[in-house]
Nanobody, 126 residues
Framework: QVQLVESGGGLVQAGGSLRLSCAAS????????MGWFRQAPGKEREFVAF????????YYADSVKGRFTISRDDAKNTVYLTMNSLKTEDTAVYYC???????????????????WGQGTQVTVSS
């Protein structure tokens, strides 16, 4: 079992930056690949970013590529999402998720993750 708690969301002006954190419980954090998803009002949850277990491989949604960076610190059991050049369309609840080693579903789908945090709100104003 992994419990995930996001933090770092808030209100920011367009063009600004935020860094989201996701703290994981348990001693096996390094066994999990991690992802960030987001859900805007009235829309389905969508993939944002992925990082593999050792931090050597990352993937991003086209909409955030070049602006967002996912990283992890296994010593702190934490995964981060650094968001720069924020746009109003980035407004959403952001969720982190953990992907168990035996989960073979595609990494950009929600079913590719076994554990989810409660989410943190990011609001970008114009």
């Amino acid at each position: 079992q992994v419990q995930l708690v996001e933090s770092g969301g808030g209100l920011v002006q367009a063009g600004g930056s935020l860094r989201l954190s996701c703290a994981a419980s348990g001693r096996t954090f390094s066994s999990y690949a991690m992802g960030w998803f987001r859900q805007a009002p009235g829309k389905e949850r969508e993939f944002v970013a992925f990082i593999n277990r050792i931090g050597s491989l990352t993937y991003y949604a086209d909409s955030v590529k070049g602006r967002f960076t996912i990283s992890r610190d296994d010593a702190k059991n934490t995964v981060y999402l650094t968001m720069n050049s924020l746009k109003t369309e980035d407004t959403a609840v952001y969720y982190c998720a953990a992907r168990a080693p035996l989960n073979s579903a595609i990494y950009y789908s929600s079913i590719g993750y076994n554990y989810w945090g409660q989410g943190t709100q990011v609001t970008v104003s114009s």
